[in-house]
C-alpha cells in the first residue's frame, strides 16, 4: 500500500483556481491508479478524476470536465488536480486515494489521504 497526504485546499471565491496537491510515500506508487474524490456536507463520497499509472489516460465525471485536470508524477510521488473556474457546488472534502485499476467506485479504492478541505464562496 502507499501513504497519501493531500495539500492545497483554501477558501476562493467562486471562478478562482486551486492546485491540489498528493504526495505519497511507498515504492510501488508507479503501480497505482490514482483517484480524486469529494464529500461535501450530507452527501456521499463521489468521484471526480482518475489518472492511468503511467499518465496516458485520464478520467473525469462531468461536472468537472473542462474545468478540472488531474495530472501525476511518478518520480516524485505525487497526484495534483488543477481546478479552475470553481463554482460553490465544489466546496468539499477532497481526497485522493489510490486503486490497482480504473474504478469510480471508492470502494475499490485501497489506500486515503486524510482530506483536504475545499469551500468556494459565491
Known amino acids: 500500500q502507499v501513504q497519501l497526504a493531500e495539500s492545497g485546499g483554501a477558501l476562493v471565491q467562486a471562478g478562482g483556481s486551486l492546485r491540489l496537491s498528493c504526495a505519497a510515500s511507498g515504492r510501488t506508487f508507479s503501480t497505482y491508479t490514482m483517484g480524486w474524490f469529494r464529500q461535501a456536507p450530507g452527501k456521499e463520497r463521489e468521484f471526480v478524476a482518475a489518472?492511468?499509472?503511467?499518465?496516458?489516460?485520464?478520467y473525469s465525471t462531468d461536472s468537472v470536465k473542462g474545468r478540472f485536470a488531474i495530472s501525476r508524477d511518478n518520480a516524485k510521488k505525487s497526484v495534483n488536480l488543477q481546478m479552475n473556474n470553481l463554482k460553490p457546488e465544489d466546496t468539499a472534502v477532497y481526497y485522493c486515494a489510490a486503486a490497482r485499476w480504473y474504478t469510480r467506485n471508492p470502494g475499490n479504492y485501497d489506500s486515503w489521504g486524510q482530506g483536504t478541505q475545499v469551500t468556494v464562496s459565491s
Open positions: 489518472i492511468s499509472t503511467s499518465g496516458d489516460s485520464t
